[in-house]
């Protein structure tokens, strides 16, 4: 059965327009009060915005947990929930500022979405201020009602417009937040080396590679600290690659503390020629 992830979700979605008619598209970054999980600016000027949910509690949540959102989204308030609980802590935080607090002066999107696996949620369950997304599992080019689909995702409730605003960039601060999506990707990217250092380069499944850490933890006394320490951290045997590659730095760390002369490069060099040797 298809898994359905945020990632694939996003990747769907930049069928959305044509490509020649996007100015702008972002993905997990905080253009509004918010972070939002993928956001289309159209060469026109209007923002679409796409809330992703791969299950029913995860959509339940979001209007339990980010009712300031909601309320900016439905633009019918006038003062953020948030403002009442600031006024009950007003002794912690000071004086309450009421112009912070008002719905019109915040930021929102054109057009507001739920993208979600077909069929997870009901059209009725969307609020009026909402559209609704149907995403099809992979390779699968038929609805439910078993209609064609080749983008992979049909509109299941048209979003209305909330306003006919169109922002600057200025406005939506996009020059500090493309910097810090820079940052962020040239970190994803040195990640990505490293996992291609083990699982490519080499052509070393991780989990051998693994096995051998986890022997010699057992055979050298200095290293049962890691039982006590990096176990209770994560399980060894992670489900994502990315928490293996942390596993990974943990154990190399802690060798150089608890061993300041052992050579990891040359320890994991000689588990590669074994390898080798064994293929």
Known sequence: MFKF???????ILDGFF???????TLENLYVFDWESDKLIETRSGL??????KVSRSDYKNDFKNKKDKHVILEGKERLLPSYDIRKENYDKFGPVNEKRFLVENRKKPNYFYYAVPE??????????YAGLIYVLPEETN???DGIYCWEG??????APKLHDKRYTDEELNFTEKFYYNMLSWKEKCRSEKDRRLVTEEHKIPYAELFEKYTKLKKENAALKTLVDTEAQKTDFFSKTLDDDMQIMREYRKKLKELIPDFNVIEFEDKILEEYDDEK
């Open 47 to 52: 923002i679409y915005e796409y809330e992703i």
């Open 153 to 158: 995702f049909y509109i299941a409730k048209k």
């Open 18 to 24: 044509k490509q020649n008619s996007q100015k702008y």
């Open 119 to 128: 069929g997870m949620i009901d059209v009725s369950e969307v609020p009026d």
């Open 142 to 144: 038929k609805t439910k």
């Open 5 to 11: 992830t945020e990632e694939y979700i996003q990747r």
